[in-house]
């Protein structure tokens, strides 16, 4: 299978090509143009077929020229150590947890699942990489832990001092061995501008072999098709509710929704996307009006899904090519503050559980959709509840039992290297590496 670019569909790369480069030459973003049609390999998954054996069928489907199935199959075996669940919330929501993983977020799947890819091209050729990245807290967890350990790979985390919290900072920086927390003091948009410098200079790139792993990177993508179909699978008995289903995705970037709609794309049968956001609407102004404008972002309690300009917008309109194409399969509903919240006293006093403000953005959304058209849906449960314990603490007055995983790094020592935040002090960080 061959992937083309966003913005020059003359382009066509390989799977590996695509994921070392993550962003195209262009700018512009990798995806499938033509795909094969599944639609028989995913009907013949039964609620007996485990999470690693439908994405090892899909992965083998999409990298069936680059990899035998033996070593896509390691590569899912490496890759995860955790699954999906599903979980009903009341009649008509069936949660798709997301969230078992190692960081305890959605992000997990797709960090894991590149980060194996990456090392089974890298052990092949016997060469080594490093993976650069600055972070405001939350995605750099989720790449910390999928690529700890990972042969041939040195991971390099800029995050700002002072300015994450003290549970995310033991997240990026207690894991030690091949994962290097760079403290720097400064700004998350320094962070940035730091790595940003270092993926231009020519000489550093090519000598260190630096590469991203961003939520841009089809490598995360992939993997993210992978859970929309083992559910479909999930739900085939006892009464089928497989036919058709609806799938609601707290979305901010919408790498998530996009994964969703590249099995769709691929054969599974979906009746329709319902995009949640919180204020920040951008994607349901755009199916409202059909014009696109980023807007600055607005900080809400669904912090991860903050975003003013989706990264992935520009995949799904190559993919739907016009508003009204996107319109026929994506719905979107945008979520307030006070409804998040209602949502997550709702949820716990109705079935005694916990659920995460991103998670709570995506029922709201659900029931909303619902009540225009009743029926099941499957709304994406995408962070652990503890992760927010806080927000959830203040709304509920009861204390959220944290997850072993997460007092265990608590207690740990952090192992972090503090730098300015100036070019040479990052160069000469990753000179050691060499
Ligand atoms: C990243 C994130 C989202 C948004 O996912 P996108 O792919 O950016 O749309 C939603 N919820 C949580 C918990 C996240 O970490």
Known sequence: MRFTDTRNRNVSVSF?????????????????????DLSQLFDSFTPQTSFNEIATATAYAFLGDELTETQVGDIVQSAFHFEPKLNR????????????????????????FLAASMEAFLGKQSRHAV????????????????????ANIDVVILYPSEK????????????GENIHALEVRGTFDDCQRLVKNAFGNTNLKKSLNLT?????????????????????????????????????????????????VWAHLCGLPVKKFIAAVNANRVFLDYLETGEFKPQPSIATYSNAMDVGNPSNFERLLAIYESVDNMRK?????SVNSRETIKAISSAYEKTQQFICPHTAVGIVASYLHLKKQPGKIVSLATAHPAKFADLIEKVLNITVPLPTSLKKV????????????????????LERLK
């Open 16 to 36: 590996q090509q695509a994921i070392f480069t993550g962003l195209a030459e262009s700018g512009g973003l990798y995806y499938a143009d033509k795909n094969p």
């Open 89 to 112: 919330l009341g009649n008509n929501i069936i949660l798709l947890e997301l969230f078992h993983g190692p960081s305890l977020s959605f992000k997990d799947f797709g960090a894991s």
């Open 131 to 150: 993976i650069l990245t600055a972070t405001s807290g939350d995605t750099g967890s989720a790449v910390a832990q999928a690529f700890y350990k990972k």
């Open 329 to 333: 399969e994506i719905e979107s509903y």
């Open 410 to 429: 608590q207690a740990l020592p952090k192992i972090a290297e503090k730098i300015d935040a100036d070019d040479e002090a990052l160069a000469a960080f």
């Open 164 to 175: 994450v919290s003290p549970l995310q900072e033991k997240q990026l920086t207690t894991l």
């Open 212 to 260: 991203s792993a961003n939520s841009i990177n089809l490598g995360r993508l992939t993997a993210q098709t992978f859970y929309y179909i083992w559910a479909r699978s999930q739900l085939k008995t006892p009464k089928s509710e497989a036919d058709d289903l609806t799938f609601t995705v707290p979305s901010g970037n919408f790498g998530n929704l996009t994964g969703g």
